[in-house]
Antibody, heavy 119, light 113 residues
Framework: EVQLVQSGAEVKKPGESLKISCEAS????????IGWVRQMPGKGLEWMGI????????RYSPSFQGQVTISADKSITTAYLQWSSLKASDTAMYYC????????????WGRGTLVTVSS | DIVMTQSPDSLAVSLGERATINCKSS????????????LAWYQQKPTQPPKLLIK???TRESGVPDRFSGSGSGTDFTLTISSLQAEDVAVYYC?????????FGQGTKLEIK
């Protein structure tokens, strides 16, 4: 059974750094792309980017390029989303999700990690 | 980048009636080499992650009730719920995965009339 287990909710201050995680199991981690989706409070879904853990090939949406870093550690089948300096506008729910074959649609989703950035 | 536009933004339908949600892409998501439309539909209920309903524009995901169907090709797509049930109240999103960056529509909120 495919499972994506995300790290817990975070409350941070503007300017702080953060790395949230998504531990995958039940499938070959290095053979599927895994990505991140942002959902700001009361808003829609935004595709942030995906990574192929097999070779670390990473694709970002221009909206998020340079704002976050997506990475993966295949030794522990875990993907990460990282910020070096958080802003209040980063307050959102962040979902990790696995893609189908060839980096297509997201077929399995984590439960989400709520990130709150407030002074 | 491909922009996905859904219509309407919200929709109220009576129980047992048909619900129709539209999704238009700013360029074709039909891949000519395999004749597949790179378009998916998701359902999101409050406090839950999105759930995949339809892939390849018209292929229902395993376990999804057959009252949900997808149609369309190229740039224009439709999600139809043939007979609305109370548990179908949710926000529905289309997603293009034809090219990176992939992109979602803005969502359509479906309610009971």
């Amino acid at each position: 059974e495919v499972q994506l287990v995300q790290s817990g909710a975070e409350v941070k201050k503007p300017g702080e750094s953060l790395k949230i995680s998504c531990e995958a199991s039940g499938y070959s981690f290095t053979s599927s792309w895994i990505g991140w989706v942002r959902q700001m409070p009361g808003k829609g879904l935004e595709w942030m980017g995906i990574i192929y853990p097999g070779d670390s090939d990473t694709r970002y949406s221009p909206s998020f390029q340079g704002q976050v870093t997506i990475s993966a550690d295949k030794s522990i089948t875990t993907a990460y989303l990282q910020w070096s300096s958080l802003k209040a506008s980063d307050t959102a729910m962040y979902y990790c999700a696995r893609t189908g074959v060839g980096g297509t649609f997201f077929d399995y989703w984590g439960r989400g990690t709520l990130v709150t950035v407030s002074s | 980048d491909i922009v996905m536009t859904q219509s309407p933004d919200s929709l109220a339908v009576s129980l047992g009636e048909r619900a129709t949600i539209n999704c238009k892409s700013s360029q074709s998501v039909l891949y000519s080499s395999n004749n597949k439309n790179y378009l998916a539909w998701y359902q999101q209920k409050p406090t839950q992650p999105p759930k995949l309903l339809i892939k390849w524009a018209s292929t229902r995901e395993s376990g999804v009730p057959d009252r949900f169907s997808g149609s369309g090709s190229g740039t224009d797509f439709t999600l139809t719920i043939s007979s609305l049930q109370a548990e179908d109240v949710a926000v529905y999103y289309c997603l293009q995965y034809y090219t990176s960056p992939h992109s979602f529509g803005q969502g359509t909120k479906l309610e009971i009339k």
